[in-house]
């Protein structure tokens, strides 16, 4: 099961992220993902909060897997939002939603981490794991141009350095999935990304010429979860040098902001594309 992007107006949504968290658990997938922003892009990016949030996680019957959105540490400097200092943000969510071997939830399961590489000890964010013969994986590629700035006297240090981690653990997700013969591969991410990869401003530029080659090569169906722009949506927008849709790659848009609901994703090996997709709608939501 699949959400991102929630909860943002509150406290209401409180009540509602509650709704969608019982109908999940009663749903009893094997695993849930949230792709990202846990707020809204105008509202505290507090400890209290980023508490509240991970209890919330740790309400979901079975395993939950986070990966962050820009709202909640990109977007933090804001008044808004506190006035933080989006790095010390992002250093909070590292300790509080990473710090272990395991996913949330009440019966958490085991992943493994990128920080477990050297020179990737700052990642613990980016994770996979194995169900069903699928290779799955998340990345903290997010939204706002993934935190490139493109103002002349910004530096892009965090950038650039995130960028070298995601692009690896994106090459070592596909080995894995090689290695272990999966049937497929999910990537989870928050960002609805940029295919222009010409656009020397493009936040997603390598991260995308990546993908292209791996996806080309790997031959088996890959699919992507991402949010950002709230609307639920199922396409294939990967194109390969000559402009063909690239057919082994599904893109799918989770449900958020106003329309708290979810997006079920099963393992169906009579289907030519391996996952069958389907919105699941929260009664009340």
């Not at 949010?227 to 040098?241: A, T, W």
Request: proline content about 5%; overall charge negative; hydrophobic content about 35%.
């Amino acid at each position: 099961m699949a959400m991102g992007d929630v909860p943002y107006h509150l406290p209401e949504d409180f009540v509602r992220f509650e709704r969608m968290i019982g109908a999940i658990n009663a749903a009893a997938p094997d695993f849930s993902l949230h792709v990202g922003d846990i707020k809204s892009g105008g509202t505290p990016c507090s400890d209290a909060y980023f508490e509240t949030i991970k209890n919330y996680f740790d309400a979901f019957e079975q395993p939950l897997i986070y990966t962050p959105g820009d709202n909640e540490w990109t977007d933090c400097h804001r008044e808004a939002c506190g006035g933080y200092e989006p790095e010390e943000r992002l250093d909070k969510l590292r300790q509080l939603f990473f710090a272990g071997e395991q996913s949330q939830g009440k019966q958490p399961m085991p992943l493994q981490r990128q920080n477990s590489w050297e020179g990737f000890e700052k990642f613990p964010e980016n994770a996979r794991w194995q169900q069903g013969g699928v290779t799955f994986g998340t990345l903290h590629v997010i939204g706002s141009n993934n935190n490139f700035k493109l103002d002349s006297g910004a530096l892009n240090d965090e950038f650039y350095e995130r960028e070298l981690a995601n692009n690896f653990w994106l090459e070592q997700l596909f080995a894995q999935a090689r290695e272990a013969q999966s049937k497929g591969l999910v990537l989870v991410l928050h960002a609805g990304l940029n295919y222009q990869t010409r656009d020397e401003r493009n936040g997603h530029a390598s991260f995308v010429t990546i993908l292209r080659k791996e996806v080309l090569d790997f031959g088996k169906p890959v699919l992507l979860l991402y949010g950002d722009r709230h609307r639920f949506m199922v396409d294939q927008p990967l194109r390969d040098s000559s402009g063909r849709t690239m057919t082994n790659f599904t893109a799918v848009q989770v449900f958020g902001d106003r329309d708290m609901h979810a997006v079920q994703v099963e393992i169906d090996p009579d289907n030519p594309n391996l996952f069958s997709i389907d919105p699941f709608y929260v009664a009340g939501n």
